[in-house]
């Protein structure tokens, strides 16, 4: 039987905005700005969650060093939602229902530990942000890191 303890620790939370310019539904690695910000922290251990707030792009953990594999995320993604299908929603041109269903197949959140002030990723993992669209874009990750 287990017994629950109570303690005074009071967990931090550090909460920013990281702005990314991107076009022509370019794959961008975006880890060596969030270490930045981890390292600048005044948070050693805990949570990070990152929140893209765009319905047209999305978020991934994948391979970051042979960029091939990029280049093949993005053809798989062009050929499962095309741009030439009928689509009812197209306000915003042909890529536009495209790139909603994009960001529905993958993520627009992520959850990553932190330990020691490091984020904790596999040896050849990179953070993306994956952008659907082909027109310039300014696209806003929101940064919450909880932790002591």
């Not at 287990?2 to 905005?17: A, C, E, R, V």
């Not at 229902?97 to 020691?116: D, F, G, R, V, Y």
């Not at 002030?117 to 890191?145: C, P, S």
């Amino acid at each position: 039987m287990s017994t629950l303890h109570k303690t005074n620790i009071k967990l931090k939370q550090l909460i920013k905005n990281l702005f990314f310019s991107t076009s022509n539904k370019k794959i961008l690695e975006i880890t060596n700005d969030v270490k930045d910000l981890l390292l600048s922290s005044k948070i050693s251990n805990g949570l990070l969650n990152l929140s893209v707030l765009h319905t047209s792009c999305s978020l991934m953990v994948q391979e970051n060093a042979d960029n091939t594999v990029l280049r093949d995320i993005r053809r798989f993604l062009d050929n499962i939602a095309p741009e030439e299908f009928n689509y009812f929603h197209n306000t915003e041109g042909p890529d536009d229902m495209p790139a909603h269903l994009k960001s529905l197949l993958t993520q627009t959140n992520l959850t990553l530990s932190i330990k020691e002030k490091k984020l904790i990723l596999g040896t050849w993992q990179g953070i993306f942000l994956l952008e659907h669209r082909d027109a310039n874009k300014k696209r806003n990750v929101l940064f919450h890191l909880i932790g002591d």
